[in-house]
């Protein structure tokens, strides 16, 4: 069987984070999936230079993407839906901020689902509903999801 990967992005948590938490369920996919606590990110530390560069491997000075407004990039880099599309691969992801559309070009993946994470009082669990429903129908080689830490002012996320 081949080797699928379900990546999670929390917006705005260190990894130590995941340590103070105490939640079982995190405790469990420690035990049995790869993670790292040494990973640091990039400078801009903003939603979407670093979720740029975390799919393309290059800093926001290559991609060119330094705040949370997308601009298209003036030498493009395939990231890594492009990569596995071109590889003959599926991937797809399912998210509450509506400018992590453009981590992916257009046809790269098989599948997205955007809900603002305003949308309904659980939108997470919502979107973690229509995923698990999306895996159990079809199981792509990469699944990204990300969810978005909520700050206490109404309608604002860390990421907008």
């Known amino acids: 069987m081949e080797n699928k990967v379900i990546l999670i992005s929390i917006d705005d948590m260190r990894p130590d984070g995941l340590e103070l938490c105490k939640n079982t369920y995190v405790d469990e996919?420690?035990?049995?999936?790869?993670?790292?606590?040494?990973?640091?990110?990039?400078?801009?530390?903003?939603?979407?230079?670093c979720h740029m560069s975390m799919f393309h491997s290059v800093p926001p000075e290559r991609h060119g993407i330094l705040t949370n407004t997308y601009m298209p990039q003036v030498k493009p880099v395939n990231g890594l839906f492009e990569?596995?599309?071109?590889?003959?691969?599926?991937?797809?992801?399912?998210?509450?901020?509506?400018?992590?559309?453009?981590?992916?070009?257009?046809?790269?993946?098989?599948?997205?689902?955007?809900m603002w994470s305003y949308s309904f009082e659980h939108t997470d669990g919502i979107l973690t509903r229509k995923a698990i429903d999306y895996i159990k129908k079809r199981i792509p080689i990469l699944f990204f999801c990300i969810w978005l830490k909520q700050t206490k002012k109404a309608g604002t996320t860390a990421a907008g």
């Open 29 to 49: 996919l420690k035990k049995i999936a790869s993670y790292t606590f040494g990973a640091r990110t990039v400078f801009p530390s903003v939603t979407l230079p």
């Open 83 to 114: 990569q596995i599309k071109s590889a003959g691969k599926t991937s797809c992801m399912f998210y509450g901020w509506e400018p992590l559309r453009d981590i992916s070009r257009p046809g790269s993946l098989v599948a997205a689902e955007y």
